[in-house]
């Protein structure tokens, strides 16, 4: 089956866009698609913990991260460049992460099928 | 020949997205191309609107679409969960949530995201717009 | 060989700088919709090394054509049935 990596580039919440990417990866796994989600940009914000979207009237999808590798979701990649510029380098996240440079992030949209920015 | 599968996340109104997606297809076709299918998911979904009404003078992008779709027998797909979140809902739709409206006609398919990935499964190409 | 596809202006998303983060030789640059006007950015104007395929019609539509001919980026205007052929001669297309 295809690869198809979903990138998440916006902010969660104030739109619906990170909500329609996760629900696009996980259909793509669940139809055996090799699917990686790849956080950039500010994407990143989707990894931060102790979110209560709840809050301001959003569904708390982002719970749904931890449980992606139930789903055949097992690599979150993200953005290094992206975390560095919002002083994140060394933040513990609560997932499971592989930080990768730019180089390698070109690598790997070369390396997939399709890509899907969101 | 090769095919492509369309996916389109712009508004009808007020992106130029779909315009770009639109002319894209007619070319591709032109160029002796096949179109799988064109998915409608995000914003894409206003795009099937059959209540959507431009002046007169404009560019109807609803109607083109549905030409387009008649003339070249390229199935036009809904994402029903990015539609009914947007208050996009085909008749039958509305019966189910009982719903006194409705707002999407039938040459519009109300398919589920898994359409997208078989089509990407199937075409050589996807485009976004 | 990716043909990068960017819809918007700096000003509106991150897709042209993240494109370009990630912009590796041998990949495509091509700018439609508002992103056209990109290319008169002169700060952005250092970055844009490549060659940059911009969409004619948005072009033209917007009436940059006279001011894009001077700009120190190496610019070639592609029509739509070009655009067919280039998204079948790059591996993937990304729209950013």
Not at chain 1, 92 to 105: D, G, N, R, V, Y
Not at chain 2, 79 to 87: D, N
Not at chain 3, 58 to 65: F, K, M, P, S
Request: include cysteine.
């Amino acid at each position: 089956m295809k690869k198809l990596c979903i990138l998440f580039s916006k902010a969660p919440h104030g739109s619906a866009s990170g909500r329609e990417a996760l629900d696009l990866a996980m259909l793509s796994a669940s139809f055996d698609f090799e699917t990686t989600l790849l956080f950039t940009d500010e994407g990143v914000l989707h990894l931060l913990g102790g979110q209560q979207p709840e809050l301001i009237g959003c569904r708390d999808y982002i719970a749904t991260f931890k449980a992606l590798e139930f789903y055949d979701i097992e690599r979150l990649l993200v953005c290094e460049t992206s975390l560095v510029e919002r002083g994140l380098e060394g933040h513990p996240f609560p997932l499971e992460l592989e930080i990768l440079s730019p180089a390698q992030i070109a690598n790997h949209l070369n390396e997939v099928d399709e890509v899907m920015v969101f | 020949m090769s095919t492509f599968i369309i996916q389109v996340s712009g508004a009808a109104y007020g992106s130029a997205a779909p315009v770009h997606a639109l002319a894209f297809a007619k070319a591709a076709i032109a160029g002796g191309h096949q179109i799988l299918r064109v998915f409608f998911y995000q914003d894409g979904v206003f795009n099937t609107s059959s209540l959507g009404t431009p002046a007169s003078d404009e560019f109807n992008v609803y109607q083109a679409w549905r030409e387009f779709s008649r003339e070249y027998s390229v199935p036009l797909v809904n994402c029903i969960s990015a539609a009914l979140r947007r208050g996009m809902l085909s008749k039958e739709e509305a019966d189910i949530h009982g719903l006194p409206h409705w707002n999407v006609d039938d040459i519009i398919d109300n398919g589920g995201l898994g359409e997208l990935i078989t089509g990407i499964a199937k075409a050589d190409r996807l485009m976004c717009f | 060989m990716i043909l990068h596809h960017i819809q918007t202006t700096p000003s509106q998303s991150a897709a042209l700088t993240l494109s370009l983060r990630y912009f590796t030789p041998g990949d495509g640059l091509l700018l439609s919709g508002d992103a056209v006007a990109s290319v008169l950015d002169t700060r952005l104007q250092p970055k844009l090394t490549m060659k940059v395929l911009l969409l004619e019609s948005d072009v033209i539509a917007r009436g940059l054509t006279p001011l894009i001919c001077a700009l120190p980026v190496n610019i070639e205007l592609i029509d739509y049935p070009r655009w067919v052929e280039l998204s079948l001669h790059y591996k993937k297309v990304i729209t950013w």
